[in-house]
């Protein structure tokens, strides 16, 4: 199983990583346990770190996008998502794909190459409907 959900309760933070060769069925596994905590939690930023996520080589255009485009059925509203980019180019060319796909569906949705990055954005940007500074 080469992903791990977890919650930082702190900054109200749902935290997915996938790592290795994860086959496809696994993130979908880690999405659906992830929506079940936001959901729960009533929490409204999930941050999902690719960063040692390698290529299978059997991802297709197809299948990133139906993921992207599926993401935000299985997810509450207005979930805020930061990826952190796999190191691997061709894994990350992916991650980038199915994160605007998500975005122009009307996901909030952003991508960094490092997880520090990825928490500072969730964590200082303003929710839907609050005053920015």
Known sequence: MPY????????????????????????FIARDEAATLLKGKKYTKLLVDL??????????TLGCFDFGTNLLTKLPPHIKIAHVLPH?????RDVKFLSAV??????????????????????????????RD
């Open 102 to 131: 998500a975005a122009n569906r009307g996901g909030i949705t952003a991508e960094f190459n490092t997880l520090e990055e990825a928490q500072n954005w969730l964590i200082h940007t303003p929710k839907e409907g609050e005053p």
């Open 88 to 92: 691997d180019p061709d894994s990350a």
């Open 51 to 60: 960063s040692d996520l390698l290529s299978s080589g059997i991802v297709t």
């Open 4 to 27: 791990l959900v977890s919650i930082d309760e702190k900054n109200e933070i749902i935290l997915v990583r996938v790592w290795g060769r994860a086959p496809k069925e696994d993130h």
